[in-house]
């Protein structure tokens, strides 16, 4: 039903739709010599259907979703074997859709390699006799797949846009306690500004290495790898944005969830009914912090609220909650450009009711757009247009300013 929700989105006014490509759509097994053809053209008429309504086109093309054949056959990301898979299935996306795609994106969530490893990088903890080193290992080999995707990019498109993306983790020290200022310190750049500074400053920061020798890891580089990632940095810093955390050396602290993640909880913020702790004040924090440490654009890759919505027997859906997260963090942002940050896009998640990843439910719901299935896939997939749906597309249409 792509064209259908396609036709909604432009109804909206959307102005980029932000989409991940199935690998195994194009390459089934990961290490196949030539491509799908019907995967290949299933993106071209999705994204013809787009260019109908003048919607530009953010991909990303790994997105949770390693072929399961290269985490049986090969390990997952361990085995630098998926360099030249990964390369390959970039180069024809390339080929292919260059006239097609406006922004690039090589991995989503880079980070979730430490923090969820399965979805990051195919590692399955029992498999593996170090786990922290094969975490390690996958991310380098992803880093240099970043490089090489950026350098082809560069070469094969002129002129186009290849960015890389976190989930942010912002975390605030609990006290003035200088153990807690030290905690915060290390939290952030252990979760955040490590894989960032490798992607957007070219080599990896000189933290890490007192790190990987307090847990016994060491990377196994090739000759010209350093070189790589020097030569072809990042053009623009995206990242993920959902909630903030607090960093303490206490281990008595409350906790509460958040993406993928269990975070310490902030006595000052409410939560969701998931418990992801809301903050507009930390984006605009952390739009000052990511921009003030690389000057790079940035992109807010995805930002939003599962909550529990109610389908009425009108076909309506009431979601003042949802239009007051998004007013709040979209305020925030007009704060962070006025303080100087260059903010180039936004994209929500996810425009349209769809499996929640953290959760794995429909029931948590983060769309504008409402669709009719349940928790075991029971419905009639309709779509309905929410309030949310209704105040964003005033949003777009004043480019923020309209927010009543």
């Given amino acids: 039903r792509y ?24 390459y089934p097994n990961g290490d196949d010599e030539t491509p799908n053809k019907e995967g290949v053209a299933y993106y071209h ?14 991909v990303t093309m790994l997105h949770y979703a390693v072929p399961t054949h290269l985490i049986d056959a090969y390990g997952g990301w361990k085995n630098r074997k998926l360099i030249e898979f990964y390369t390959r299935y970039a180069k024809t996306l390339f080929e292919e859709y260059k006239d097609d795609v406006d922004y690039w994106l090589p991995f989503n969530e880079i980070n979730a390699g430490r923090f969820n490893p399965y979805n990051g990088c195919g590692l399955i903890k029992d498999r593996e006799e170090n786990y922290d080193q094969a975490v390690y290992q996958s991310l380098h080999h992803q880093f240099v797949a970043n490089a090489l995707t950026v350098k082809m990019a560069h070469e094969m498109i002129p002129g186009s846009k290849v960015g890389c993306m976190i989930a942010r983790f912002c975390h605030y020290a609990a006290t003035c306690d200088p153990k807690d200022q030290l905690t915060q310190l290390h939290d952030e750049q252990y979760t955040n500004w490590f894989y960032t500074d490798v992607m957007a400053r070219g080599a990896y920061p000189s ?10 890891i060491h990377i196994e580089m090739e000759e010209g790898d350093k070189e790589l990632l020097q030569a072809y940095p990042v053009d623009f810093v995206a990242f993920s944005y959902y909630f903030t955390q607090v960093s303490t050396a ?5 906790k509460t969830d958040g993406n993928l993640v269990i975070a310490n909880k902030n006595p000052y913020l409410e939560s969701s009914e998931w418990g992801w702790q809301k903050d507009p004040t930390g984006l605009r924090i952390t739009l000052n912090q990511v921009y003030d440490r690389y000057q790079k654009p940035v992109f807010i890759a995805e930002n939003g609220l599962g909550a529990v919505d109610t389908l009425e027997e009108d076909g309506k859906v009431h979601d003042p909650y949802r239009i007051d997260y998004l007013r709040s963090h979209i305020e925030a942002m007009k704060e962070a450009i006025r303080d100087g940050v260059d903010l180039f896009g936004y994209t929500m998640w996810g425009i349209i009711d769809l499996v929640s990843c953290g959760s794995i439910e429909m029931s948590k719901r983060y769309g504008v757009i409402y669709v009719d299935a349940d928790d075991e896939g029971h419905g009639t997939f309709d779509r309905y247009k929410k309030d949310s749906f209704y105040w964003y597309q005033k949003c777009i249409a004043s480019n923020g300013e309209d927010l009543y």
């Fill in 45 to 58: 008429d999705l994204f013809n259907e787009c260019h109908k309504y003048g919607i530009r086109i953010f």
């Fill in 207 to 216: 933290y890490m290495e007192r790190f990987f020798e307090d847990n016994g």
């Fill in 250 to 254: 206490s281990e008595d602290w409350e």
């Fill in 3 to 26: 064209k259908e929700d396609i036709a909604l989105f432009a109804e909206m006014g959307m102005k980029v739709y932000r989409l991940s490509i199935s690998w195994a759509r194009i």
